[in-house]
């Protein structure tokens, strides 16, 4: 990215910050942000404005008033237009669908009377005034309508699927629960990640997992060549049951904490990983099992419940070895998954317990909208051009 090197406010802008100070902030954003927008309509034409050039995709069409309720008071942006249309600045609402989820997070446990003192001046600060549940209820339908068409949306051809949950704290029936996020990614034929689908359920029982697998194929998911996930029991029936025919890989960074319960010394762990790494980061499949049968006989005699636990489970982990070589470290574990979930709970960090399902859902998707977003127009996680 490059930077303006003369870049300068304009000089009214930088006398009413010297005399107002922060009361100068709402005007400030509206400058920042319209020349933002402004350089990304010229990034999506291909041509500044009034530039003959061979690479222009369109032609500017003056501006729109839009006025936003932000938390620095009412701004009023100038939105570009394009005038053959399908362009809308993402400068304006990137963050906008998270922070409305949270917003409506954290005024449903005001409204529901379950808030801290904290809570309530976090809510009243986001909303910029005290919300009513009737206020709430009608902001959340209109969300959730909007979530839900994208938790719902076709689906088509993915060459790997991941598959994983973590737990939320969510109130229900009067008590703290903690509630399964089930979540799955895939990559598709172009080698871009996408979240294909997120359900907020009771546990990893098979009967969620194998609804949320179900409902996966029915919006369309097909052409899977390799499914990646740990071992959980009711994730493994869900999976044979409705994707019993493809390919699975089991997490080798779950495997490796796995083994962990069988070595009957702490000395040995560190042992013990280093020989399963080897396994993993074998070249092929053939010296991967080569690793394999020698591991399991050094330690047949002073760990047998190990040995016994290696050959049964290892070459489960083993299966990313029938892909391309430049595929396996991205596809061998569930680690993006993990880190995604991270990073979900980071932006929902404020909410530390959900008043209701439906507030932890909303929130969920929200944010995973945004990011598979940002997945979608980022860089090629898997190149698939050339793989052998």
């Not at 979530?147 to 051809?157: A, I, S, T, V």
């Not at 907020?200 to 179900?214: I, M």
């Not at 080897?278 to 499949?285: E, G, V």
């Not at 050094?298 to 489970?313: D, F, G, H, V």
Request: aromatic content about 8%; glycine content about 6%.
């Amino acid at each position: 990215m490059t930077y303006r090197e003369d870049f300068t406010l304009p000089p009214e802008i930088l006398a009413r910050i010297a005399s107002q100070g922060f009361e100068a902030l709402p005007e400030l954003i509206r400058v920042v942000v319209n020349a933002a927008m402004q350089t990304e309509r010229e990034q999506y034409l291909q041509a500044a404005p009034y530039q003959h050039t061979d690479e222009r995709q369109g032609h500017a069409n003056g501006y729109k008033p839009k006025t936003v309720h932000t938390r620095v008071g009412n701004i009023t942006f100038s939105i570009p237009q394009v005038r053959e249309g399908g362009f809308y600045p993402g400068a304006l609402e990137k963050g906008l669908r998270s922070e409305r989820a949270l917003t409506l997070a954290l005024a449903e446990m005001y409204v529901q009377g379950v808030s801290t003192r904290k809570v309530k001046a976090i809510t009243e600060q986001l909303c910029g005034v005290e919300v009513s549940s009737a206020q709430v209820s009608q902001a959340a339908a209109l969300l959730d309508t909007e979530l839900e068409k994208w938790r719902n949306r076709p689906l088509g051809e993915y060459a790997y699927l991941f598959l994983d949950a973590y737990y939320e704290q969510v109130r229900e029936d009067g008590q703290v629960r903690h509630l399964a996020v089930l979540v799955a990614v895939g990559i598709n034929l172009h080698g871009k990640r996408e979240i294909l689908g997120v359900s907020v359920s009771l546990s990893e029982h098979e009967v969620h997992w194998r609804a949320f697998l179900e409902k996966l194929k029915a919006r369309g998911l097909g052409g899977v060549q390799l499914i990646t996930s740990d071992d959980h029991a009711g994730l493994r029936a869900a999976r044979l049951a409705v994707f019993g025919g493809i390919p699975w890989q089991r997490c080798q960074f779950h495997l490796q904490q796995n083994a962990q319960a069988y070595v009957p010394h702490k000395d040995m762990q560190a042992e013990v990983a280093e020989d399963i790494r080897t396994i993993f980061n074998a070249p092929d499949r053939t010296t991967a099992d080569a690793y394999l049968a020698k591991t399991v006989e050094k330690y047949r005699k002073i760990a047998s419940r190990l040995a016994e636990w290696m050959t049964a489970n290892i070459p489960e982990g083993l299966m990313a070895f029938s892909f391309p070589a430049a595929h396996r470290r991205l596809i061998r574990t569930t680690n993006g998954v993990e880190r995604l979930h991270r990073e979900v709970r980071r932006r929902a960090r404020v909410v530390s317990i959900f008043p209701n399902q439906a507030s932890c859902l909303r929130l969920v998707s929200a944010v995973l909208n945004e990011i598979s977003d940002e997945w979608l127009t980022g860089r090629t996680y898997i190149s698939c051009e050339g793989s052998k």
